[in-house]
């Protein structure tokens, strides 16, 4: 079956450094999408890999390795507003897009 | 980037009638949307896959005739909870592309501001 495993909830400290972990095992593999949902709010697109390596945005930035089957979204200086749930979730062979439960972030001051 | 409302925000209806989410991309034209829905503290729950002009995919265990889904243009799709009842309360989104297959990135999936539905 299809699988992707994400802490359930992860917890870091205002102005820090936080990686959140996300493996996946799918048939096939067409891209890894991170997402980031606010409680009460719909998802918001935060990063997208098909090949591996880094890709930086900001704060924020995602890493990909399809040999491992492991992806992470990595955030730096950490803000309160960044307290939500991040989405992992894998485009397969048949181009669905398959979610990881989300790992819900609690930023403390 | 695109943009998808949903309406309504926000429904509260008494157990045993009929609730409608109107589900819309704005600017632009939306092959595929997808239903889902979000229970307190999970994950979101893909319900069914809407293709337009086409009876749309439901997940195992969706009741196709409870949660009725209308894609009859390309910019909206319909999502009828008929005869709600308490245990279908829950926050549903909606979301679209216009992926083609061809192009994996275009499959980034837009998403509704969601409609929380309370079943009373």
């Known amino acids: 079956g299809q699988n992707i495993d994400q802490p359930t909830e992860m917890t870091a400290t205002e102005g820090a450094i936080v990686q959140i972990n996300c493996t996946y095992q799918t048939s096939g593999f067409n891209g890894l999408f991170w997402y980031q949902q606010h409680a009460g709010e719909a998802p918001t697109f935060l990063s997208y890999n098909v090949l591996d390596g880094l890709e930086e945005k900001g704060r924020f930035s995602s890493f990909l390795s399809r040999s491992k089957g492991y992806s992470y979204l990595l955030l730096k200086e950490l803000q309160m507003k960044d307290s939500a749930s991040y989405l992992c979730?894998?485009?397969?062979?048949?181009?669905?897009?398959?979610w990881g439960a989300g790992t819900k972030l609690i930023i403390k001051p | 980037g695109a943009v998808v409302s949903q309406h309504p925000s926000w429904v509260i209806c008494k157990s045993g009638t009929s609730v409608k989410i109107e589900c819309r991309s704005l600017?632009?034209?939306?092959?595929?949307m997808f239903w889902y829905r979000q229970f307190p503290k999970q994950s979101l729950m893909l319900m069914a896959t809407s293709n337009e002009g086409s009876k749309a995919t439901y997940e195992q265990g969706v009741e196709k005739d409870k949660f009725l889904i209308n894609h009859a243009s390309l910019t909206l799709s319909t999502l009828t909870v008929t005869s709600a009842h308490p245990e279908d309360s829950s926050f549903y989104i909606c979301s679209a592309f216009d992926g083609t297959g061809e192009n994996p990135e275009t499959y980034e999936q837009y998403f509704g501001p969601g409609t929380r539905l309370t079943v009373t």
């Open positions: 600017d632009f034209q939306a092959t595929t």
């Open positions: 979730a894998v485009v397969d062979s048949n181009y669905q897009l398959i």
